[in-house]
């Protein structure tokens, strides 16, 4: 969505240096402005959600994996990696991550945070940040891709017996 800002603000740019001057440029420039002032106002659920995370699947997932963020930091879910290797386990993140919707979250502060690694039986392995919020949002960072699902992270604190952020070892 900043690319789109950044766009709208050079069409107005171009729309005041060629008012007078060239009515063509003018005029695509006005055509670039609307575009990008439509496109900026449609709502994220008219996206589809990253391929990455449809495509999920329990029965070819074989590994979860846990991870504290950097040595020292006091917002971890875990202070050590931990593995989800159950069947049962899997299902639910599977799951939940299967529910997330596309959102843009306004800096909310966090809580804790995770990386969650995901291997499947390929051996190709999914890689995406977990942040659980104060405003009690579980956030998803998969690339440029921000995601939310509150249940998944109330299912990581019960399997991680969470009690307060940790510090990580």
Known sequence: MDSIFYFAVLALILI????????????????????????????FSW????????????????????KPSEPEWNVNLT?????LETTDQIQQ?????????RINPRHPET?????????????????????QTSNNGTLIYSGNNVFRNDSLGAYLERLTHYMGPKKSE
């Open 16 to 43: 005041g240096f060629f008012k007078t001057r060239n009515s063509v440029i003018r005029n695509v420039a006005i055509g670039i402005f609307l575009v990008c002032l439509a496109v900026a106002f449609i709502p």
């Open 47 to 66: 996206f589809p959600k990253i391929d990455l995370l449809k495509k999920l699947e329990a029965g070819q997932t074989i590994s979860i994996g846990l």
């Open 79 to 83: 202070s050590e990696s931990k593995s």
């Open 93 to 101: 993140v599977i799951s939940s991550l299967k529910k997330v919707r």
């Open 111 to 131: 809580i804790w945070e995770t990386s969650l690694i995901m291997i499947d039986i390929y051996g190709d392995s999914i890689l995406l940040e977990i942040h």
